[in-house]
């Protein structure tokens, strides 16, 4: 009760808000005490608006103790006055307080019983589990992930091809502008190319006397016609050496006598491709009987791609080609200036082809991936998926067991692969 | 006793209109609301004395939920009667009974 007001103050002031004289207020509250008294006495209770309610408690006797002496008193039972302060004084009074409510106390250790909580000297750790949680399941992401980082690396193994001739791109400019010290003798004749034929007209057997005997020496030095546009290989200069390579075994003309394909060396062909089933042969004899296919003698700047694209009218079934000469061209990039070869008819046109001229087309593929996988062509698997793609598994049957299983694989990595059964 | 019947006894008494005094009960009530809203306390001889406690925040403890709650700090008014009203309602029988 630190502030005070004195009754005279207090009266001061309800005169001058009102306006009223001073004797009249301090008149007033003299008998406002005097009423509220007669009130509490007649009713026990005296409700004032705006300020509360007084009002009377019996209590019964109970004893007490004399402070100074310690003897016990009996105090008798007697009536207490109380006072109730209005809600709205309440609130006023406590208007700073009003916003702040009671907190429920959760985790208080010191405020629970001894009994059930005993001192625990470890409580500190047990109370941060998660940070230990947290931490251990970190370090355990960060291994996991370093283990499977390591395995990723190690799981696709580059295929390497067996018989790999590599030839660098500076290997290739020395060649070329490597000087000659000796003069090089021009081929003086070439052969006479036989008339384009249609497909109605008949053919002409090729009789080899009539062939002049200079084409042998020009066979000595070849002229290399361009590989086919559908490679594009680093494997220009690999003409001059595979052209060397096969010199020995190259067959002279004076055979065509007989059949060619009667005199397949076997030393050609590797095992696998023997054991399939038997390739048409280029029968020449066969197509002076009405077949309407067709013999073209290799020229200059001539290519499978665009041999097959006068004859077929679409360049990407050259394979066809390839199929029926695969005995005479060696490698499907390199042709021999001279060479004749057959072209076989297709019972369709480019755009419609039979079912037969599809699997005739298809085993061409096939063959030409086997040639370039015996060469060391890296793009040879691209060639058995083109064949793969038509989805004709007898061809694909046949050549089976000669198909690499690393090409296979290979195979069926590429987006929109057919498995080969 | 209601509050009218207050007004009308002291209307009574003091010999003014109940318009008035009921005015002046309701200023005067004003400023005691305005002295205790600034922790002012006040007597009324024969009466009592009005006043303001703080009630700082505690921790209490709730038996039925079994739980501790802090109760936060309030300013409440209290009122102590004046010795001569104690007195004079010791001895009355007729009062509320406990």
């Known amino acids: 009760m630190r502030n005070k007001i004195t009754f005279s103050d207090l009266v001061d002031r309800i005169a001058n808000e009102t306006g009223a004289s001073r004797q009249l207020i301090h008149n007033l509250l003299k008998e406002l005490v005097t009423v509220v008294n007669e009130g509490l006495l007649s009713d026990g209770k005296v409700s004032i608006t705006g300020l509360g309610v007084f009002g009377l408690k019996w209590r019964a006797a109970r004893q007490g103790i004399n402070p100074q002496t310690g003897e016990a008193i009996e105090i008798p039972a007697q009536n ?11 609130r006023f009074i406590n208007r700073k307080y ?8 959760v985790d208080d250790i010191k405020q629970s019983s001894p009994i059930n909580k005993p001192k625990d000297s470890f409580s500190w750790i047990k109370g941060r589990t998660l940070i230990w949680s947290a931490v251990l399941l970190g370090l355990l992401l960060i291994v996991m992930v370093r283990v499977f980082s390591i395995e990723k690396q190690q799981r696709y193994p580059v295929p390497q091809l067996e018989a790999k001739i590599t030839v660098s791109r500076d290997d290739v400019a020395k060649t070329e502008k490597k000087p000659r010290r000796y003069p090089v003798p021009q081929p003086e004749v070439f052969v006479e190319s036989t008339p384009q034929v249609s497909e109605t007209a008949k053919q002409k057997p090729v009789d080899p006397a ?6 042998q020496t020009s066979t000595a030095q070849t002229e290399v016609a361009d590989k086919t546009e559908a490679e594009a290989t680093p494997m220009e200069s690999m003409s001059d050496k595979a052209l060397s390579v096969g010199k020995e075994k190259r067959r002279p003309f004076p055979e065509l006598e007989n059949n060619v394909a009667e005199t397949r060396t076997e ?17 020449f004899l066969a197509a002076s009987e009405g077949n309407s296919g067709s013999v073209h003698h290799i020229r200059r ?9 006068f004859f077929y009218t679409d360049p990407f079934l050259w394979p066809n080609i390839y199929r029926v000469n695969s005995e005479v061209i060696e490698n499907p990039d390199v042709l021999e200036v001279g060479k004749p070869i057959y072209v076989p008819p297709l019972e369709g046109r480019a755009g419609n082809l039979s079912q037969n001229d599809m699997m005739d087309i298809i085993e061409g593929y096939v063959r030409v991936y086997l040639a370039y996988r015996r060469l060391g062509n890296i793009n040879a698997p691209y060639f058995l998926w083109v064949a793969t793609k038509q989805n004709i598994p007898e061809v694909l049957g046949r050549y089976k067991d000669s198909i690499v299983e690393l090409d296979r694989r290979f195979i069926q990595n590429i987006r929109g692969s057919v498995q080969i059964r | 006793m209601t509050g009218s019947e207050l007004i009308k006894r002291l209307a009574e008494r003091l010999g003014r209109p109940q318009r008035e005094i009921r005015g002046l009960l309701k200023s005067s009530t004003g400023i005691f609301k305005k002295t205790l809203g600034v922790d002012f306390s006040f007597t009324i001889p024969k009466l009592g004395t009005f006043g303001t406690h703080m009630r700082h925040k505690r921790k209490a403890y709730n038996p039925h939920y079994k739980k501790f709650v802090v109760l936060p700090s309030k300013r409440v008014v209290f009122f102590h009667p004046s010795s001569v009203l104690k007195d004079r309602i010791k001895d009355i029988k007729g009062g509320n009974e406990e």
């Open chain 1, 80 to 90: 207490r006055v109380y006072f109730n302060a209005e809600a709205a004084l309440r």
């Open chain 1, 98 to 105: 009003e916003h702040i409510k009671s907190e429920i106390i």
């Open chain 1, 210 to 215: 009539r062939l002049p005997d200079e084409v």
């Open chain 1, 267 to 283: 030393d050609t062909e590797p095992e696998s491709i023997k054991k399939s089933s038997p390739v048409p042969k280029p029968d």
């Open chain 1, 301 to 309: 700047g001539d290519r499978l791609w665009t041999i097959a694209k």
